[in-house]
């Protein structure tokens, strides 16, 4: 009994030292805290390191094909609507004009329409009040192809940049790697200075990173929006060989 009080006693006794310890240890990690949160050291965030790591020259590159990938994407879209390309009231008017014999009429509604189907009518009219039915589907052929040649063209543009920005890409991951080879070599004894080893090495991912991220969009676009075409180019030759089958039996 005596020498359970006497521990008690004593560790009575060594508790305010202890605490004072513990006290002390607090303070010195929080001053230890404190001088690592005081380095100078600031987070940028993700989009300054991006920006600072491709530089003005891809910076401009690339905010330039993103800008044109949008526009051209927006203008394709609004091309391959099927009522721009087969305008339902071009069709209706055009066969109400067949079917009352008022072919002057018809073939001025098919000339004053700019779609795709108003060409390919108006030669086809032109050429089968004088030449017959089979030469008004030979001209019909030929502004078909015209038409979609010229429609693939614009689109060509989209599978240009997704062609493009991964060469661009990869121009910018050998600038950059080339940029911290430099570092290295021009160190002549110890080690080279790692935040410029890490500028070279972000503008190699940066660059790729952008150049993927541009290609893999306008490639997606471009094949959903030529098999959109290659469908309305096809209904479009339906569509005028059913208007124009009419003048097959006269012939």
Known sequence: MAGMCTLMAAAWLLAPSVH??????????????????DSGVEEISYLTWAADSLGWFFGLVFLGLSFTLVAL???NLLTARRENVIPSDLVSGFEQHLEAKQFQEAYDLARGDESFLGQV????????????YSQAIEAMQ???????????HRLSYLALIGTLSPMIGLLGTVYGMIDSFKIIANVASGTPDTQELAQGISTALFTT??????AIPALAAYNLLRNRVARLVLEVGIVSEGLMSRFQKKS
């Open 209 to 214: 990173l952008v150049g993927l991220a541009l």
């Open 121 to 132: 009518l108006t030669a086809g009219l032109a050429k089968a009040s004088s030449n017959g």
């Open 73 to 75: 994407f927006v203008m």
């Open 142 to 152: 030929e502004v078909g192809e015209e038409e979609n040649m010229r429609l693939e």
């Open 20 to 37: 004072a310890q513990d006290a002390g240890a607090d303070i010195v990690v929080e001053e230890q805290e404190g001088v690592g949160g």
